[in-house]
């Protein structure tokens, strides 16, 4: 069973950091690509970054370009978010899905369960 | 970045009625589309991809259609569990964006 279970939200202040981590399980975890989604509370899906099988591309949005880094660590399953200069306009539950296949260009067919980050002074 | 527009917004309707929802892309992305479904405080949940392909174990009732910059989702006969909110999405660049989500309500 694909499993993906996100940690590190919490609450920060305006101009902070966070590493969010997306602990993956149950499929060969590097031979999909990765993407973080966010949600703004009752808001709709906004796409945040996404990133190849292995690593060497990495595509964010417009908002949080230069602030937020995708990473990934294949030998531990593991998905990153690396968030600084955090707004108050990026509080959101935080997801992260796999992608169907080794492409950043196709669609997620699993999320998380989400981990939610609170910017407020 | 391409632009995805979801019509209506807020759908009533009742158990047993057909229903379509709208998307529509600003520049055309052949059938590089998924609908999702989202319930309060949950994660969303794969439907259709490619536009029309039915994913696995998703009941038969859903039904995706469309090309270029026009798709529709329809659900035939609603049932209780399918009132939620659903998603469109567009996967045709990198940069994959979302249309703003129409909520389906019991009337």
């Known amino acids: 069973e694909v499993q993906l279970l996100e940690s590190g939200g919490g609450l920060v202040q305006p101009g902070g950091s966070l590493k969010l981590a997306c602990v993956a399980s149950?499929?060969?975890?590097?031979?999909?690509?990765m993407t973080w989604v966010r949600q703004a509370p009752g808001k709709g899906l906004q796409w945040v970054s996404s990133i190849t099988i292995g690593g060497h591309g990495a595509y964010h949005s417009d908002s949080v370009e230069g602030r937020f880094t995708i990473s990934r660590d294949n030998s531990k399953n593991t998905l990153y978010l690396h968030m600084n200069s955090l707004r108050p306009d990026d509080t959101a539950m935080y997801y992260c899905?796999?992608?169907?296949?080794?492409?950043?260009?196709?669609?997620?067919?699993?999320w998380g369960q989400g981990t939610l980050v609170t910017v407020s002074s | 970045d391409i632009q995805m527009t979801q019509s209506p917004s807020t759908l009533s309707a009742s158990v047993g009625d057909r229903v379509t929802i709208t998307c529509r892309a600003s520049?055309?992305?052949?059938?590089?589309l998924a609908w999702y479904q989202q319930k309060p405080g949950k994660a969303p949940k794969l439907l259709i991809y490619e536009a029309s392909s039915l994913e696995s174990g998703v009941p038969s009732r859903f039904r995706g259609s469309g090309s270029g910059t026009e798709f529709t989702l329809t659900i035939s006969s609603l049932q209780p569990d399918d009132f939620a909110t659903y998603y469109c999405q567009q996967y045709n660049r990198y940069a994959h964006t979302f249309g703003q989500g129409t909520k389906l309500e019991i009337k």
């Open positions: 899905g796999k992608s169907v296949d080794i492409a950043v260009t196709n669609y997620i067919d699993h």
């Open positions: 520049q055309s992305i052949t059938t590089w």
């Open positions: 149950g499929f060969t975890f590097d031979i999909h690509a």
